[in-house]
């Protein structure tokens, strides 16, 4: 499953970045729908904030929003490509720091200076072992009442289906898939990864996780992806963790795709 190398060669030089990544906000109605109707309101309680983390940016799909809720943003991506998009796209903002980074390294972070961590439909797609990475180097990273909220796979928690879907005729996949009745395997979801794992690697780095949401993606009501939220031990918003199953979420972007449709205006997007 995705690499750190593979991740690179996908979404780098090879990926076609023409629409900057909007295309996949296509099925919540767009960019701006996605993140008013399903981001925001999931984190708006941790920002605005001093300085905001976000890990792989891309081409600033979510960074056009986060750079108005941060007296500083720090953005890390592993692709040079998509840093220098960034550069290009917002260089009129004079509060954000970019990096280039390895794929797994926040060493250009100075410990102890971040109040919010961020990462979006990226981490999907990183194996345990880059998600350990990063929850360990955060551990020293984010301030005393520092928050991170991850966007990462759950599709771990289904082996049997993984299976049963590897096991369907190329031509049957796709159709099966959006009915409903395989698994999403094209969504390309990190299989070492589950919501629970992603908990105990949080405690095993001195970090709380303390609510998950797992959530079904695009097609079907598996749980294949989890929004997880974590802090230090010890912080203001430390409790016992609080997990709840969505299996609403595609509900919630059609009618925000129908929403969009009806009252926005496209022609108005953010640059």
Not at 29 to 43: E, K, Q, S
Not at 175 to 198: D, H, V, Y
Not at 243 to 262: G, I, M, P, Q, V
């Amino acid at each position: 499953m995705p690499g750190v190398d593979e991740n690179l060669s996908n979404f780098g030089s090879d990926w076609d970045w023409s629409r900057r990544g909007d295309e996949w906000s296509r099925w919540w109605g767009g960019t701006p729908a996605l993140w008013h109707g399903g981001i925001l309101p999931r984190i708006h309680a941790f920002v605005p904030a001093a300085t905001i983390l976000e890990i792989a940016p891309g081409f600033g799909r979510w960074t056009q929003y986060l750079k108005d809720l941060a007296d500083r943003l720090v953005i890390v991506d592993l692709a040079d490509e998509c840093i220098e998009a960034c550069r290009e796209r917002f260089a009129d903002a004079t509060n954000i720091e970019y990096h280039v980074n390895d794929g797994r390294s926040l060493e250009m972070v100075e410990d102890g200076s971040i109040d919010f961590a961020f990462s979006f439909d990226s981490l999907v797609h990183v194996e345990d072992d880059v998600v350990t990475a990063y929850l360990n180097q955060l551990a020293r990273k984010l301030k005393p009442d520092g928050v991170g909220f991850f966007h990462h796979s759950n599709i771990g928690s289904y082996p049997r289906s993984l299976r049963l879907a590897r096991r369907a005729p190329s031509w049957a996949l796709g159709p099966l898939m959006r009915r409903g009745l395989l698994i999403n395997l094209p969504a390309w979801r990190a299989e070492s990864m589950t919501a629970e794992l992603f908990a105990r690697r949080c405690e095993e780095a001195g970090l709380a996780c303390v609510a998950q949401e797992l959530i079904n993606w695009e097609f079907g009501r598996q749980l294949i992806d989890a929004l997880s939220i974590f802090t230090p031990r010890g912080s203001v918003y430390e409790r016992p963790l609080q997990t709840l199953r969505n299996r609403s979420f595609t509900d919630e972007a059609r009618r925000a795709a129908r929403l969009y449709a009806a009252s926005g205006y496209r022609d108005k997007a953010a640059p």
